[in-house]
């Protein structure tokens, strides 16, 4: 058995048609948000060869995390694995690691493997358009069916594509809603390299409400699939159901592009945000994080994520982009 790590090349043929979480540009990108390295891992046993996309974290001490699944567990996919063999992989990429710098493996992945703990709560939620949008439609509550024609009525209007002016809507939105939450965004330096390096895999979507910008997010999309990314929200206008006008109007957009399933995203089990998407979705599945070895939690860091978040909500928007800029690169 042996195990080689090499940077990322600028243009990989193996993943270049793995859509947008295994594009060299993206994972760039990513990397550079994360203060990680994006590197392929190439495994060689006896029986079989993979090639494994991840990223390294280097500590100021010198420490090494291999990761698989940085931001999106997606961005860890490992080409042309079966599930069966997925834990074999795992276990032997973990026993080799052992004989490197790098001390801990960690893992977002929707393949579950038994030897392992999982150590987070997240779960999937998705819209299979697998007959019509017309047939999901009839499959929503009635007080769903409600709730989604409410702005309607008020002369709720959007927009779907990719240019600077949806662009600049869509973070004005972002950052006010995560304001409101008390989480860190990213710098819209971010989402401009992604629109600028990315423009095939992107689709921004922005609703209106008497010409205001009152609901946005970004999305990724493929052949097959649109998985909403990123969202924003206008204080003053979530009591009017905007967001789940928004999540509906991508279902239509999905059908009438040809796409079979709208990805709304990961959640923790039992959330708010995964209760509210539980309205229109009919299929869910776990995200499993794992680390090797597991380390034990620090309730100290818990602390420090709790006053940083109360002191985002109870300050100026500037104080959380200061916050941002010092300690987003730490929630890969």
């Not at 939690?297 to 916050?323: C, F, N, Y």
Request: with cysteine; net charge positive.
């Amino acid at each position: 058995m042996s195990i080689t790590i090499t940077p990322d090349l600028p243009l990989t043929p193996t993943f270049t048609n793995g859509g947008v979480f295994l594009d060299p540009a993206f994972r760039a990108i990513l990397a550079r948000e994360f203060r990680l390295q994006p590197v392929q891992v190439q495994v060689i046993t006896a029986e079989q060869e993979w090639t494994i996309p991840a990223f390294l974290r280097t500590t100021w001490l010198d420490k090494q995390t291999l990761i698989l699944g940085a931001g999106f567990d997606k961005t860890g996919i490992i080409p042309n694995i079966t599930p069966d063999n997925y834990g074999v992989m795992i276990a032997a990429l973990a026993q080799e690691l052992a004989t490197t710098r790098i001390d801990t493996l960690e893992i977002r992945t929707a393949q579950h493997i038994p030897c392992l703990t999982d150590t987070a709560d997240k779960v999937e939620l998705n819209v299979d358009i697998q007959l019509s949008v017309d047939a999901i439609w009839q499959q929503l509550s009635s007080n769903t069916r409600k709730n989604i024609r409410r702005p309607l009525k008020m002369g709720f209007t959007s927009v779907v594509g990719v240019n600077s002016r949806l662009f600049d809507e869509f973070y004005q939105l972002y950052r006010m809603s995560l304001h409101d939450l008390g989480s860190l965004p990213h710098p819209k330096a971010f989402f401009t390299d992604l629109m600028q390096q990315c423009p095939q895999h992107l689709a921004i979507f922005v609703g209106y409400i008497n010409g205001i910008p009152v609901v946005s997010s970004v999305n990724f999309v493929s052949q097959t699939e649109v998985y909403g990314a990123w969202s924003g929200i206008h204080t003053d206008y979530k009591k009017h159901n905007v967001f789940l006008a928004m999540l509906w109007q991508m279902v239509e957009y999905c059908g009438a592009s040809g796409r079979t399933t709208y990805n709304l995203g990961r959640s923790s089990a039992g959330s708010n945000p995964h209760q509210f998407k539980l309205k229109l979705a009919n299929r869910s599945h776990k995200i499993y994080y794992y680390k090797i070895p597991t380390p034990q939690p620090s309730a100290t860091h818990s602390k420090v994520q709790d006053a940083a978040s109360w002191l985002i909500r109870h300050t100026p928007e500037i104080v959380m982009d200061g916050l941002s800029r010092a300690l987003l690169h730490k929630f890969y």
